[in-house]
């Protein structure tokens, strides 16, 4: 993950822990209507700012490419700092999108940093009532999880408005979002390019569990603990994923959540890609005792959550990612490495 954010996020380590009395226990859950051909989707810039012209209107015709119409929001091109735009104006374009009644969903141009800023400015009654899809992930993990947990909507974890769309990307997105049956299997690309044959893969606990699917970015879901914008993860499976991070890093994230007590009740676990570079070699550490690889740090950490959990799922900042439902119910089998989604996560039109 690029440092700029990391340093931002790292004051998050700072925060007592001690008291979780605000997370959220999501009580009944609210689909969004199916997308279809001809929708209008809003595309939004929640967090860092689109280099120029050329990035909207990549992303303009990416969503184009799925069959909807587009809006872009008002302040979409808009920088400050780092930023695109002020706190005030990305959070109008969360708000204006959910209350538009010409926009069907919001897919995000990009993420970077700066989603979990708006947490405390978005209206969350105005999204219950108009429940919507919301597609991203990376920084808008954080928007994914604050308004499942305080809106109780299902949200998406899924490609950007900018992502590179592939064919495996497109399936999946069409399953997810525009039918109202449970997706089923996640599947493996057959033929991935530029690319490890698949994202770091392994048993790390033995077992099935089933849950309603929860998670995004560890370094957006680490940040949110303490706060009201964390749902609780009992019951469900948790799926976690990051970029750019050195292993010991990915162990203080990982140990944050598990000594905040926010792994409690959780039915199990799903890494998806933790590539600290493009190019790096996923091989285990020839001297463990000397050095820790992503793959002891996720081992240990499933050791001591002591839930089926496997690592190798196609999640996170890589070319083909699945696009998964974030509280719908599915199923994991360790063993077996598989995912699969067993609730429609819309709502037929």
Known sequence: ???????????????PLASLASVKTVKSILKPKALRDGDTIAIISPSSSVQGPADLEKARRNVESLGFKVKTGAH???SW???????????????????DSEVSGIICVKGGYGAARLLDRLNYDAIHRNPKVLLGYSDITALILAIYAKAGV????????LSTYSAFDLQNITKTIRTAEPAGLL???????GHPPQPLAATLSPGKARGRLIGGNLSLVASLVGSPYLPSFAGHILFLEDIGEEPYRIDR????????????GVQGLVFGDFSLRATQS??????????FTMLHVLQNFADQIRVPAFCGAWIGHIKDKDTLP???QAELDAEARTLTIVESAVTTR
Do not use: C, Q, W
């Open 1 to 15: 993950m690029p440092i700029t954010r990391r340093t931002l996020l790292v004051a998050a380590s700072a925060v």
């Open 282 to 291: 996923a091989e285990p550490a020839t001297s463990p005792e000397r050095e």
């Open 154 to 161: 299902v949200t998406f974890h899924g490609p950007v408005a």
């Open 326 to 328: 974030v509280g719908v």
């Open 253 to 264: 994230m990982l140990n944050t959540l598990r000594i905040s007590g926010a792994m409690k």
């Open 76 to 78: 979409a091109s808009n």
């Open 187 to 193: 599947a493996v690309p057959s033929t991935p390019e």
């Open 81 to 99: 700092g780092y930023l695109a735009g002020t706190d005030e104006h990305r959070a109008a374009d969360i708000n204006d999108a959910f209350e």
